[in-house]
């Protein structure tokens, strides 16, 4: 039988590989796409727990998914169109290159 | 565990490993949009019918193909010069994705409300969620839709700057 | 009297207080820049209908205390318990503790209400002639209600959670005013400085804040309950703190670092006078009327975390008294017209807060409540001055402008007066209020206060005069040198129509109103805290202590200076008017003491030389780790590729040990800095993923 904690393992170790795009990718494409992956490991484990909560008529987790996923659709939006104008300023989208917040 | 679950966990695991390793950004979108398709069926497990709509809708219909015109217009179709399996980058990565994530399976391990099953007769009809959208949830709906508006203006201000420059 | 049995209407409206100039501001930045008359008549709309509210709420208050008695005087005010009336909600819920967030009506709250809100709105009348010509007006509108707004907010908040929120709006909205005219480098520059000085006062209050709702589990001020975090002061007494303080003690003094910052108190003073950069009425409104009154007004708020620990009283009176002269002795030696106004408002902060110091919250409020009213009064002269002058701020290039601008110059002598203390205007009632406390406070070192503050009442009065001499009196000594000095007002000159150089004009009513509505104030103010019975403030503010009789010591002490102030200022300036290009007769008096006044008591050089050299050598220090952390990656490459190669850099490491060992500590510094500060976005993310991940591993084990 499958149990919350299954589901909740799985959910940890999503965001766990979508952390590790986020740290270690240097296209900035890619880590908005791993912050995508850490979006949905949320909403994954946010709908679980509303599966196996106490009070699933509340349809909590259920409602803070779509919230979520709203959220996440804005961010991509305007995350991508900030990688398109980074990469008209300094021709490149690497993360690496936007340095200028060193001191 | 049932067949089920494992199938979709494959899919989605694979999916979001290949979707942050691999050079090739299209190829990297295209598993991307299997982890997206493998988080929907876990919705649909989940009897969270209309989540998973939403999830295909948004992030397979929109985000999915918002990142490969990303791709395109930075004429960015593989990532050149990045470091190898090995690397120093690489290794720091896993070692902190591993930090968090055994954090996360600490605290799960460690909380023995994780071990219950499924209560039956779970279901959330569009109906019940467009109900409750719409009375206790009223206020942060607004606010999202208004949040959703700013940011596609904003999205579209931000790249069309150039062409207002050109004018 | 019960204060949950009544709650009066104005009570439950008191949020509009700050929510209407709030939408206000929300409003008009959604405005497009031209609907200037709209986003304008909006701003001032509000501001008179909270100003009104504000009314109420003190003729409310006033009402009630008379309620119990029937004789109706004020000093049947004497009720022996403040009276505070409390609107609760809840904020939000989490798990089986909710946030509760309220506010609160009492004589305090009503008063600085009044005093803020009315203030605000004449300077927002005043604002549309003073920024008539800029192109960013309705900008500017936005920010002063968001400012206006905040403030009031402030005021009338039950909780310092909420206080904390509107107190940081505050600072977000004055850095946005400073830094209005953000292409000119100096005022991006003072508005950054404003914002980072005032954020090293507000970690301590904040800290202070975690640490009161660690301890009463609660961050309401007042409760119907009584449980309320200001009323359980008897038990934090008695709690241990730091450094051989009371609980109560050690919150009241992070508490007061955040007042230190935000009121401009030695040794975060520094941005206050920088902060001139901002448009003139932008100075008023935060340097008279509500920004630096903020800090004070939190002291007076927590007053009784205070009162439970005399070591901080002391502490706080010094650092009052202190302030009080030294900034006085700087705005001696300075010479432009908006600077001296910014350091007199420093010292007569400093005289707020030593009146906190000594024991007399009702007499420091008094002083902010009447120093609210002469310094807009003084700060608007001072901008219609420069606005009459082609922009010019150099009171040496100055002079005669009393008959080009003869209702400009009778509203600032009145100001002048009041901020020099000559009975009968409102600086003489409350400068006396205060100076009475500070001499009641104690014998011997006790009195130090008292006598710093007798001799900043001295300098007050002289730079004060001189100021009037060199601007107002003798011949007009602009026009000609008026090239060279472009650069001073070169965006208001932008901003403003360009008459012909040369004479001084008289402001357009919309500016000159609102001075002679403030002057009247400044001189008839004082009336509400005559000594003695009449003292209504006194029993308005703090009814729990008894008021105090008139000392006629003090009053004669320090009228006495400040005729001498006076006197002196005129022998220098007013006998004989200077000429065009003489430079200040107090170059020859003063000689190196002057440079070192003019120079601010090096302070801006004390600083560049001690801390942000520090943060220099601390950013070299991580250009080197930056360097040696590639050198790290190297060497890993290094050794992964042959063990010969690892036992040469094995010998070498061996060899070189002790150098290494020096080196070590410096290395290690080095790569924390490196790690922390190299502009990377994911460096800054990986940071944050192993810090959270560490924070949860620590809180599972412990």
Same mark, same amino acid.
């Given at each position: 039988?499958?149990?919350?904690?299954?589901?909740?393992?799985?959910?940890?170790?999503? *965001? &766990?590989?979508?952390?590790?795009?986020?740290?270690?990718?240097?296209? !900035?494409?890619?880590?908005? +796409?791993? %912050?995508? =992956?850490?979006?949905?490991?949320?909403?994954?484990?946010?709908?679980?727990?509303?599966?196996?909560?106490?009070?699933?008529?509340?349809?909590?987790?259920?409602? *803070? &998914?779509?919230?979520?996923?709203?959220?996440?659709?804005?961010?991509? !939006?305007?995350?991508?169109? +900030?990688? %398109?104008? =980074?990469?008209?300023?300094?021709?490149?989208?690497?993360?690496?290159?936007?340095?200028?917040?060193?001191? | 565990?049932?067949?089920?679950?494992?199938?979709?966990?494959?899919?989605?695991?694979?999916?979001?490993?290949?979707?942050?390793?691999?050079?090739?950004?299209?190829?990297?979108?295209?598993?991307?949009?299997?982890?997206?398709?493998?988080?929907?069926?876990?919705?649909?497990?989940?009897?969270?019918?209309?989540?998973?709509?939403?999830?295909?809708?948004?992030?397979?219909?929109?985000?999915?193909?918002?990142?490969?015109?990303?791709?395109?217009?930075?004429?960015?179709?593989?990532?050149?010069?990045?470091?190898?399996?090995?690397?120093?980058?690489?290794?720091?990565?896993?070692?902190?994705?591993?930090?968090?994530?055994?954090?996360?399976?600490?605290?799960?391990?460690?909380?023995?409300?994780?071990?219950?099953?499924?209560?039956?007769?779970?279901?959330?009809?569009?109906?019940?969620?467009?109900?409750?959208?719409?009375?206790?949830?009223?206020?942060?709906?607004?606010?999202?839709?208004?949040?959703?508006?700013?940011?596609?203006?904003?999205?579209?201000?931000?790249?069309?700057?150039?062409?207002?420059?050109?004018? | 009297?019960?204060?949950?049995?009544?709650?009066?209407?104005?009570?439950?409206?008191?949020?509009?207080?700050?929510?209407?100039?709030?939408?206000?501001?929300?409003?008009?930045?959604?405005?497009?820049?031209?609907?200037?008359?709209?986003?304008?008549?909006?701003?001032?709309?509000?501001?008179?209908?909270?100003?009104?509210?504000?009314?109420?709420?003190?003729?409310?208050?006033?009402?009630?205390?008379?309620?119990?008695?029937?004789?109706?005087?004020?000093?049947?005010?004497?009720?022996?318990?403040?009276?505070?009336?409390?609107?609760?909600?809840?904020?939000?819920?989490?798990?089986?503790?909710?946030?509760?967030?309220?506010?609160?009506?009492?004589?305090?709250?009503?008063?600085?209400?009044?005093?803020?809100?009315?203030?605000?709105?004449?300077?927002?009348?005043?604002?549309?002639?003073?920024?008539?010509?800029?192109?960013?007006?309705?900008?500017?509108?936005?920010?002063?209600?968001?400012?206006?707004?905040?403030?009031?907010?402030?005021?009338?908040?039950?909780?310092?959670?909420?206080?904390?929120?509107?107190?940081?709006?505050?600072?977000?909205?004055?850095?946005?005013?400073?830094?209005?005219?953000?292409?000119?480098?100096?005022?991006?520059?003072?508005?950054?400085?404003?914002?980072?000085?005032?954020?090293?006062?507000?970690?301590?209050?904040?800290?202070?804040?975690?640490?009161?709702?660690?301890?009463?589990?609660?961050?309401?001020?007042?409760?119907?309950?009584?449980?309320?975090?200001?009323?359980?002061?008897?038990?934090?007494?008695?709690?241990?703190?730091?450094?051989?303080?009371?609980?109560?003690?050690?919150?009241?003094?992070?508490?007061?670092?955040?007042?230190?910052?935000?009121?401009?108190?030695?040794?975060?003073?520094?941005?206050?006078?920088?902060?001139?950069?901002?448009?003139?009425?932008?100075?008023?409104?935060?340097?008279?009327?509500?920004?630096?009154?903020?800090?004070?007004?939190?002291?007076?708020?927590?007053?009784?975390?205070?009162?439970?620990?005399?070591?901080?009283?002391?502490?706080?009176?010094?650092?009052?008294?202190?302030?009080?002269?030294?900034?006085?002795?700087?705005?001696?030696?300075?010479?432009?017209?908006?600077?001296?106004?910014?350091?007199?408002?420093?010292?007569?902060?400093?005289?707020?807060?030593?009146?906190?110091?000594?024991?007399?919250?009702?007499?420091?409020?008094?002083?902010?409540?009447?120093?609210?009213?002469?310094?807009?009064?003084?700060?608007?002269?001072?901008?219609?001055?420069?606005?009459?002058?082609?922009?010019?701020?150099?009171?040496?290039?100055?002079?005669?402008?009393?008959?080009?601008?003869?209702?400009?110059?009778?509203?600032?002598?009145?100001?002048?007066?009041?901020?020099?203390?000559?009975?009968?205007?409102?600086?003489?009632?409350?400068?006396?209020?205060?100076?009475?406390?500070?001499?009641?406070?104690?014998?011997?070192?006790?009195?130090?206060?008292?006598?710093?503050?007798?001799?900043?009442?001295?300098?007050?009065?002289?730079?004060?005069?001189?100021?009037?001499?060199?601007?107002?009196?003798?011949?007009?000594?602009?026009?000609?040198?008026?090239?060279?000095?472009?650069?001073?007002?070169?965006?208001?000159?932008?901003?403003?129509?360009?008459?012909?150089?040369?004479?001084?004009?008289?402001?357009?009513?919309?500016?000159?109103?609102?001075?002679?509505?403030?002057?009247?104030?400044?001189?008839?103010?004082?009336?509400?805290?005559?000594?003695?019975?009449?003292?209504?403030?006194?029993?308005?503010?703090?009814?729990?202590?008894?008021?105090?009789?008139?000392?006629?010591?003090?009053?004669?002490?320090?009228?006495?200076?400040?005729?001498?102030?006076?006197?002196?200022?005129?022998?220098?300036?007013?006998?004989?008017?200077?000429?065009?290009?003489?430079?200040?007769?107090?170059?020859?008096?003063?000689?190196?003491?002057?440079?070192?006044?003019?120079?601010?008591?090096?302070?801006?050089?004390?600083?560049?030389?001690?801390?942000?050299?520090?943060?220099?050598?601390?950013?070299?220090?991580?250009?080197?780790?930056?360097?040696?952390?590639?050198?790290?990656?190297?060497?890993?490459?290094?050794?992964?590729?042959?063990?010969?190669?690892?036992?040469?850099?094995?010998?070498?490491?061996?060899?070189?040990?002790?150098?290494?060992?020096?080196?070590?500590?410096?290395?290690?510094?080095?790569?924390?800095?490196?790690?922390?500060?190299?502009?990377?976005?994911?460096?800054?993310?990986?940071?944050?993923?192993?810090?959270?991940?560490?924070?949860?591993?620590?809180?599972?084990?412990?």
């Amino acid at each position: 039988m499958t149990t919350l904690a299954h589901f909740q393992l799985l959910a940890s170790m999503l *965001f &766990a590989v979508g952390l590790f795009g986020a740290v270690t990718r240097r296209n !900035a494409i890619v880590v908005l +796409l791993s %912050i995508e =992956i850490m979006f949905n490991a949320a909403n994954l484990s946010l709908v679980a727990f509303w599966r196996y909560g106490p009070h699933p008529e509340q349809l909590s987790g259920v409602v *803070f &998914a779509i919230f979520g996923i709203t959220i996440a659709a804005a961010e991509a !939006a305007v995350g991508l169109a +900030l990688v %398109i104008v =980074i990469y008209r300023y300094y021709k490149s989208i690497e993360v690496d290159k936007m340095r200028s917040l060193k001191g | 565990m049932d067949v089920t679950f494992i199938i979709l966990s494959l899919i989605t695991v694979v999916g979001a490993i290949w979707a942050v390793t691999l050079r090739n950004l299209i190829h990297g979108v295209l598993s991307l949009v299997l982890f997206f398709f493998g988080v929907a069926g876990f919705f649909f497990y989940l009897n969270a019918d209309f989540v998973g709509w939403v999830q295909i809708l948004v992030y397979v219909g929109a985000v999915a193909i918002l990142a490969i015109f990303a791709i395109m217009l930075t004429h960015n179709l593989t990532a050149k010069d990045e470091p190898g399996f090995f690397s120093l980058r690489w290794l720091t990565g896993m070692a902190i994705a591993a930090a968090v994530g055994a954090v996360l399976w600490f605290a799960i391990k460690n909380n023995a409300a994780m071990l219950q099953t499924a209560p039956a007769g779970v279901t959330s009809s569009v109906a019940d969620i467009g109900r409750k959208m719409m009375t206790d949830w009223v206020v942060p709906f607004e606010v999202v839709s208004l949040l959703l508006t700013a940011a596609m203006i904003g999205a579209i201000v931000i790249a069309m700057e150039q062409i207002s420059h050109r004018k | 009297m019960n204060p949950a049995t009544h709650i009066p209407w104005i009570a439950s409206y008191l949020w509009l207080i700050p929510l209407l100039p709030f939408a206000a501001a929300g409003v008009s930045a959604l405005l497009p820049q031209r609907c200037r008359k709209t986003s304008a008549g909006l701003a001032i709309g509000v501001i008179v209908v909270s100003t009104l509210l504000s009314f109420c709420a003190l003729a409310e208050s006033i009402l009630h205390g008379l309620e119990p008695h029937a004789g109706r005087t004020w000093s049947a005010m004497q009720t022996h318990e403040v009276w505070h009336s409390l609107i609760e909600f809840t904020w939000f819920n989490y798990g089986t503790t909710s946030l509760k967030l309220g506010f609160v009506l009492d004589p305090l709250t009503a008063a600085m209400a009044t005093m803020v809100s009315l203030v605000s709105a004449l300077i927002f009348i005043y604002s549309l002639g003073y920024m008539s010509r800029d192109k960013n007006f309705t900008r500017f509108f936005t920010f002063l209600s968001l400012f206006a707004g905040a403030m009031l907010g402030l005021v009338v908040t039950n909780n310092l959670l909420l206080f904390f929120i509107c107190w940081e709006l505050v600072g977000l909205a004055s850095y946005l005013l400073i830094g209005f005219w953000y292409h000119r480098p100096s005022a991006a520059a003072a508005a950054k400085k404003a914002f980072i000085v005032t954020k090293i006062g507000d970690t301590g209050f904040f800290a202070g804040l975690l640490w009161l709702y660690h301890a009463t589990g609660t961050l309401q001020f007042y409760t119907p309950d009584h449980t309320g975090a200001l009323e359980q002061v008897t038990a934090l007494a008695g709690l241990p703190g730091i450094m051989g303080l009371s609980l109560a003690g050690t919150i009241a003094l992070l508490i007061f670092c955040g007042a230190v910052g935000k009121s401009g108190q030695w040794p975060l003073h520094v941005w206050l006078p920088d902060a001139m950069e901002g448009p003139t009425p932008v100075s008023a409104l935060i340097h008279a009327a509500t920004m630096v009154a903020a800090g004070v007004f939190l002291v007076a708020r927590t007053y009784p975390l205070f009162q439970a620990s005399p070591q901080v009283l002391t502490l706080v009176a010094w650092i009052g008294a202190f302030t009080a002269i030294m900034a006085a002795t700087i705005a001696v030696a300075q010479n432009d017209i908006k600077r001296i106004l910014a350091y007199s408002t420093v010292s007569q902060l400093g005289y707020m807060v030593m009146g906190l110091g000594v024991g007399g919250m009702a007499a420091a409020m008094f002083h902010l409540l009447m120093h609210g009213f002469f310094k807009a009064l003084l700060f608007l002269g001072a901008g219609s001055v420069i606005h009459g002058c082609h922009n010019e701020q150099d009171i040496f290039k100055m002079g005669g402008v009393k008959k080009h601008m003869p209702i400009t110059f009778w509203t600032y002598f009145v100001g002048t007066l009041a901020l020099a203390g000559i009975f009968p205007l409102a600086g003489f009632w409350s400068k006396d209020e205060v100076l009475t406390a500070a001499f009641r406070w104690g014998g011997g070192l006790h009195k130090g206060p008292f006598v710093l503050g007798c001799l900043g009442v001295f300098l007050t009065a002289f730079y004060m005069w001189r100021q009037v001499c060199l601007v107002f009196l003798g011949e007009y000594r602009g026009g000609k040198a008026r090239a060279g000095h472009k650069h001073v007002g070169q965006e208001e000159a932008e901003t403003h129509h360009e008459t012909a150089p040369g004479v001084p004009h008289e402001s357009p009513a919309v500016m000159t109103v609102p001075l002679i509505i403030l002057a009247v104030f400044s001189a008839f103010m004082g009336f509400s805290g005559l000594p003695e019975h009449a003292n209504f403030i006194h029993h308005f503010l703090n009814p729990e202590h008894a008021p105090h009789v008139v000392n006629w010591f003090v009053i004669g002490t320090a009228s006495a200076l400040a005729f001498a102030g006076l006197g002196a200022g005129h022998l220098l300036y007013g006998v004989k008017p200077l000429a065009p290009d003489e430079p200040d007769p107090l170059k020859a008096k003063l000689g190196k003491l002057r440079d070192f006044l003019r120079d601010k008591w090096y302070c801006d050089e004390l600083y560049e030389a001690t801390v942000v050299r520090f943060v220099r050598i601390a950013a070299v220090v991580v250009d080197l780790g930056d360097r040696l952390l590639d050198g790290v990656t190297v060497g890993l490459g290094l050794l992964a590729r042959g063990v010969s190669f690892f036992n040469f850099k094995f010998d070498e490491q061996a060899i070189n040990c002790g150098f290494d060992g020096g080196c070590g500590s410096v290395r290690v510094i080095g790569r924390c800095f490196a790690a922390l500060q190299d502009g990377r976005v994911q460096s800054y993310l990986r940071l944050v993923a192993v810090t959270a991940a560490i924070l949860a591993f620590w809180f599972f084990l412990k």
